[in-house]
């Protein structure tokens, strides 16, 4: 089976910086993806890491360590508009994904 | 460009009615999945399909069934609804491998009453 543990609930203050942490348990690992998901919305994909390392999209960056089954999402310059939930993913060979049970996401003024 | 459409956004059913909910993408992807997310659950997967004519099990498929006819539709039935099937129902395609992305319609708020 597929397991991933990630915080409930994380807070910041505007312009701050914040990481959240996934470990994950797998039976066949390809890769982490991220999702965000504001209240009532879709999930919109964020990023993906299949090796090792850290991959930055403008203020948002991921990292990836497969020897220790880690990986973690960066947000920098933090907005109120980045409020919302994060949820790590591990892909499976279909395109299917198990998805942690996510982090809500709080920035205050 | 659509995207996945996702229909009704919003439904109330009673006890042991059915519904089928509509998924269609435009976007020529050939796999489409079908979520549900329930308070501090995350999402889980309920149904998939690789291409027209296939169809797989995910990790809660029970109560729902699921055909694909088409590349671009990928309806899910509730057969007898029950109110543990209350929840926020999501659609998602992908072109396909493992590191693509997933794009989700916009939800299904059912509840069964």
């Not at chain 1, 797998?26 to 090796?51: E, I, K």
């Not at chain 1, 991921?62 to 933090?78: A, C, H, I, K, P």
Request: proline share 4%.
């Amino acid at each position: 089976g597929q397991s991933l543990e990630q915080p409930s609930e994380v807070t910041a203050v505007e312009g701050a910086i914040v990481q959240i942490n996934c470990t994950y348990q797998t039976s066949g690992f390809y890769g982490l993806s991220w999702y965000q998901q504001h209240d009532g919305g879709a999930p919109t994909f964020l990023s993906y890491n299949a090796l090792d390392g850290l991959e930055e999209t403008g203020r948002f960056s991921s990292f990836l360590s497969r020897s220790d089954s880690y990986g973690y999402l960066l947000l920098q310059e933090l907005q109120m508009k980045d409020s919302a939930s994060y949820f790590c993913a591990v892909p499976s060979g279909y395109s299917t994904l198990t998805f942690g049970k996510g982090t809500m996401l709080l920035v205050s003024p | 460009n659509a995207g996945v459409t996702q229909t009704p956004k919003f439904q109330v059913l009673k006890t042991g009615q059915s519904m089928t909910l509509q998924c269609a993408q435009d976007m020529n992807h050939e796999y489409m999945s079908w979520y549900r997310q329930d308070p501090g659950m995350g999402l889980r997967l309920i149904h998939y399909s690789v291409g027209a004519g296939i169809t797989d099990q995910g990790e809660v498929p029970n109560g729902y069934n699921v055909s694909r006819s088409t590349t671009e539709d990928f309806p899910l039935r509730l057969l007898s609804a029950a109110p543990s099937q209350t929840s926020v129902y999501f659609c998602a395609s992908s072109f396909g491998t493992v590191n693509t992305e997933a794009f989700f319609g916009q939800g299904t708020r059912l509840t069964v009453v």
